[in-house]
Nanobody, 115 residues
Framework: QVQLVESGGGLVQAGGSLRLSCAASGIIFRINVMGWYRQAPGKQRELVATRTSGGSTNYADSVKGRFTISRDNAKNTVYLQMNSLKPEDTAVYYC?????????WGQGTQVTVSS
């Protein structure tokens, strides 16, 4: 059974930093993409950042220059370093793993940025 275990969310003041982690366990066939999405209250879930197994990254315009996604392929773990956080970054952050025909989501971790 595949599990995605997220950690690192919390409450931080504007301008602060947080680092999210997502560890994937279980049998996942040929992971292609690992990434992070977020959903703020009353809004749709949106892409934050993704990273392919080949190292290509993609970021939402709103986080470029502030967030960095990284990945430890050996550990099937993806990280999101979030710097210069803003109140509008407040959301539940979800990890996503895509491997072949498989698509998995984590349970979400709350990030709250106070002004």
């Amino acid at each position: 059974q595949v599990q995605l275990v997220e950690s690192g969310g919390g409450l931080v003041q504007a301008g602060g930093s947080l680092r999210l982690s997502c560890a994937a366990s279980g049998i996942i066939f040929r992971i292609n993409v690992m990434g992070w999405y977020r959903q703020a209250p009353g809004k749709q879930r949106e892409l934050v950042a993704t990273r392919t197994s080949g190292g290509s990254t993609n970021y939402a315009d709103s986080v470029k220059g502030r967030f960095t996604i990284s990945r430890d392929n050996a550990k099937n773990t993806v990280y999101l370093q979030m710097n210069s956080l803003k109140p509008e970054d407040t959301a539940v952050y979800y990890c996503r793993v895509v491997g072949g025909p498989q698509n998995f989501w984590g349970q979400g971790t709350q990030v709250t940025v106070s002004s």
